[in-house]
């Protein structure tokens, strides 16, 4: 069995029903059906047909795994195609909690939990080096977490697989920024809400983290202080906030601003790479 949509270029990969209109977004039929009802139903006689059972999706949690293969699974998640879960953008708490081991240590993990306290609806920043990033959101009580590659941006190409912006704005949408995970878990007082004044219990938390040898190597993004200062981008004068701006690495280009620096952050809303740390607190 194979797909009947008009000009499917993967028709081996899915039937009829496993097709996502480009334009739509909806599985059944193609952008040459979109909106021609006749055109639909005519494709309604092939909706029940599945592929070889060799062929269907690998995903067990999968709905409609045997109307496509493991390579056009559709992830409901982050709402793109990719061959693994392990390829997924997003991440749910126990893989949010590795990642913070892989940074921070095992103790930040064990603890990420009660370190994020009674606070809700908001997103943290961790690097992972090279320009990469993970973002941490706690929403509505459920802890999730985004990767956002360096050149995953739209600096480069505004063809999906390399601009997640619109997944980054998805996942922060409605959020409260509060800047990165180290300084979040170093000055974030509702963690201490439940203690005595008197309790040591918060220092003991700082010795844990700060004998993590990841700490050192943890690029913080905004200083705490500047995180909703509203500044401008340099080149095309949108007003942003600081937390919105990024650190990149790798470019040999020179700041906008002092000309002699090489540029090191990113302002994500407009996606301009043009000044370097220094500059971006003057600004």
């Known amino acids: ?144 977490s985004l990767f956002m590659g360096d050149d995953t941006w739209g600096l480069y190409s505004n063809l999906p697989r390399f601009n997640h912006l619109p997944l980054y704005y998805k996942f922060t949408d409605g959020l409260t920024a509060m800047g990165s995970i180290v300084n979040f878990i170093y000055h974030n007082s509702d963690n201490d809400a439940d203690n005595d004044s008197g309790n040591d219990s918060g220092s003991n938390n700082d010795t844990d983290i700060q004998g993590n040898t990841f700490y050192n190597n943890v690029d913080l993004d905004v200083d705490l202080d500047l995180n909703h200062k509203t500044i401008k981008c340099p080149l095309c004068r949108n007003e942003t906030t600081a937390n919105k701006v990024i650190t990149i690495k790798g470019l040999s280009e020179k700041c906008k601003v002092c000309m002699e620096k090489e540029i090191e952050k990113c302002f994500t809303e407009c996606s301009h790479a043009c000044v370097c740390g220094d500059c971006l607190k003057m600004l």
């Open 1 to 144: 069995m194979s797909c009947k949509v008009s000009g499917c270029r993967y028709a081996t990969f899915h039937t009829t029903r496993g097709h996502m209109c480009g334009t739509c977004k909806e599985f059944g039929h193609g952008q040459l059906e979109c909106g021609c009802f006749e055109k639909i139903d005519a494709l309604n006689e092939y909706r029940d047909e599945e592929l070889p059972e060799d062929k269907w999706c690998e995903f067990d949690y999968c709905e409609t795994r045997k109307y496509h293969t493991t390579q056009s699974h559709f992830c409901a998640f982050c709402n793109c195609s990719h061959r693994t879960i392990n390829d997924c953008l997003y991440g749910d708490l126990e893989k949010t909690k590795e990642n913070v081991e892989l940074f921070l240590g095992p103790e930040i993990r064990n603890n990420l939990e009660s370190l994020f306290g009674n606070r809700d609806n908001f997103y943290v920043g961790l690097s992972a080096g090279l320009g990469n990033m993970y973002y941490i959101r706690k929403k509505s009580g459920v802890i999730q």
